[in-house]
């Protein structure tokens, strides 16, 4: 065979290969110029003679360019996590959705107990007040940057487990702090630990599940960041007020708000166990470094010739110098360049900023004597109204989104769209600022309870249809780089996440729920409505001028 051709399958071929690989073997003659053979198995381009391994023989021939190349055992090959059973791919879902659960339950829980925080270690500050709960939230811009690239090293569950036992080590600590500083340091150290299934998890998925197979796991993956904070305040709620009742002896008042912390960490650690138990490594560079490496000790290659035995995915590009500098740099350039990001990106930042504005002020509107003077407990139950909104919303669209993407691209001759994400974030558009603009008013002048909790379930109905409209069109415009350009997105909610709560005391003080709630619609309808239309009918034409997003 000359250089450059196409590699052939050798009929000599290396049972004892076979053995140490589980693989089969064929020879071709190397070349520097072709690409690597794009096969379903293993691919020996000389690295290890097939006659010297049937003498027994071990080493690699005198050829500096032989190379085994190793892949999957075919389509069907049980090691591909796209391949495990049905079973073991739920389990895996399930975890990773847990720990996506359980660390947004932590960034919210602390919110109805702010008061009791704010009277131990005498914050006088509302910035400050807001900051215990908000500064979880700040580490979810920061982790994902580092623990995406880590998890493309060493593996998605080393990284996610390792980051899980982080949370909780200082989620634990925060139970223990002294003072307000002591709670704001161990409270973000706990949030970069908990943002591990926000950067790995989505890649979990795409690892484990088939394009067709992925709207339900999906679906319960993006639920639970925006359910979890919503069922931390209502467990925090009745927490605070069993310390304000004083249950439990003297000095409850003072110490009942740290089983804010204690309770999640025992959560936390139940799913931290069935974790090492179901959660698998499934991203398939590293489960094939694996196999490469068990079929170079089973070879016996010396320590300088192992270069020679390496996977499909294994090049210079792998080095994790340049896996750093491309993760760290490529979603800010991707927010800098692309006015898809720009728009979308402002837009989930807001409606994310949105989420934690009004879990800290909730309390505020059902607990205040001038409102509806609700105890801390029965104040915590409209926290519901926001998961109903959320749950009824996400698990209608689950259906709803593949069911209009499929028949968009029926009447498109069979050729689909990013912009057929596009057309469920309509009704969330709507319902976010008619959202905003019951429960302001409705909390300004006192209207019964319900109507202020209707208005609270439009809005997290607007929140989840855009939310999950948002990242589908973007994974499908973005489909090369979709981890970073939902990176970019996600640092940029986590922000806004972050600084919304920190404002809105001063806001609502000077204004007034309605006044204020009616310039968050205004934005709302200034940024979300356009946006559907301006895509879906110049979508196409700015991917096609894009460096980064599919052509068609």
């Known amino acids: 065979m000359s250089l450059g051709a196409e590699p052939r399958r050798s009929t000599e071929t290396s049972e004892t290969l076979r053995d140490a690989a589980h693989d089969s073997v064929s020879t071709t003659t190397p070349s ?6 794009n096969t379903t198995s293993t691919q020996l381009t000389g690295a290890v003679s097939p006659k010297a391994l049937e003498a027994g023989e071990k080493g690699p021939v005198d050829d500096e360019d032989s190379v085994l190349i190793v892949d999957w055992d075919g389509p069907d090959d049980p090691a591909n996590p796209k391949n495990w059973p049905f079973k073991s791919k739920w389990a895996a879902t399930a975890i990773v959705s847990a720990f996506t659960f359980i660390s947004p339950v932590s960034s919210s829980m602390i919110a109805p107990a702010a008061a009791q925080v704010a009277e131990q270690f005498g914050i006088k500050s509302e910035v400050e007040i807001a900051m215990t709960t908000s500064v979880f939230v700040l580490a979810y811009a920061v982790g994902p940057l580092f623990l995406g690239p880590m998890s493309e090293l060493y593996g998605r569950s080393h990284v996610l487990q390792l980051a899980n036992l982080f949370y909780l080590v200082w989620n634990i600590a925060c139970g223990f702090a002294q003072s307000s500083s002591q709670l704001i340091a161990f409270r973000f150290l706990a949030g970069l630990g908990g943002s591990a299934p926000l950067a790995i998890g989505g890649g979990v998925l795409g690892d484990l599940w088939a394009a067709h197979e992925r709207g339900q796991a999906i679906a319960l993956y993006s639920l639970a960041p925006l359910l979890g904070p919503v069922v931390g305040p209502v467990a925090g709620a009745w927490i605070a007020q069993s310390g304000a009742d004083g249950g439990g002896g003297s000095g409850s008042l003072r110490g009942m708000w740290r089983w804010v912390f204690w309770s999640t960490s025992i959560v936390c650690g139940i799913v931290q166990i069935l974790g ?19 079929i ?10 192992q270069h020679r035995v390496r996977t499909v995915y294994q090049s210079d590009e792998r080095h994790w110098k340049r896996i750093f500098a491309k993760s760290l740099i490529r979603p800010f350039a991707l927010f800098a360049r692309e006015p898809i990001i ?15 504005l009004l879990l800290t002020t909730l309390p505020a509107i059902f607990q205040s004597p001038e409102t509806y003077g609700f105890r801390p407990g029965i104040a915590g139950l409209h926290y519901i109204a926001l998961g109903v909104g959320l749950t009824g919303a996400s698990q209608a669209n689950a259906r709803l989104l593949d069911k209009v993407y499929v028949y968009l691209t029926a009447k498109n001759g069979g050729v689909g769209k990013p912009e057929f994400r596009l057309p469920t974030m309509v009704p969330g558009t709507i319902f976010l600022p008619v959202g905003l603009l019951m429960a302001g ?11 202020c909790d209707i208005g609270i379930a439009f809005i997290g ?44 005391p001063a806001m609502y003080n000077a204004l007034g729920y309605g006044k204020g709630d009616t310039i968050l619609a205004c934005f ?5 409505c356009p946006a559907p239309w301006l895509f879906w009918h110049f979508g196409e034409r700015i991917r096609k001028s894009s460096r980064y997003a599919v052509d068609a």
């Not at 090492?276 to 068990?294: C, D, G, I, Q, S």
């Not at 170079?296 to 010739?305: F, H, L, Q, V």
């Not at 720009?342 to 934690?356: R, S």
Request: net charge neutral; glycine share 8%; aromatic share 14%.
């Open 276 to 294: 090492v138990f179901y959660l698998r490594e499934t991203f398939a560079p590293v489960l094939l470094e694996r196999k490469a490496n068990l």
């Open 32 to 37: 520097s110029t072709s690409p690597l053979p």
């Open 524 to 528: 709302a309808i200034a940024l979300g």
């Open 461 to 504: 109905a607007g929140m989840i249809l855009n939310f999950q409209g948002i990242q589908t069109y973007v994974i499908d415009a973005f489909t090369l780089h979709a981890a970073s350009a939902l990176a970019s997105v996600s640092c940029l909610r986590s922000l806004a996440g972050f600084g919304f709560p920190l404002f809105a």
């Open 296 to 305: 170079k000790n089973k070879m016996g290659i010396p320590e300088e010739d």
């Open 441 to 451: 008013w409705s909390a300004q002048k006192v209207a019964p309870w319900i109507v």
């Open 342 to 356: 720009q728009l979308l990106g402002v837009y989930m930042a807001f409606i994310y900023g949105l989420i934690y």
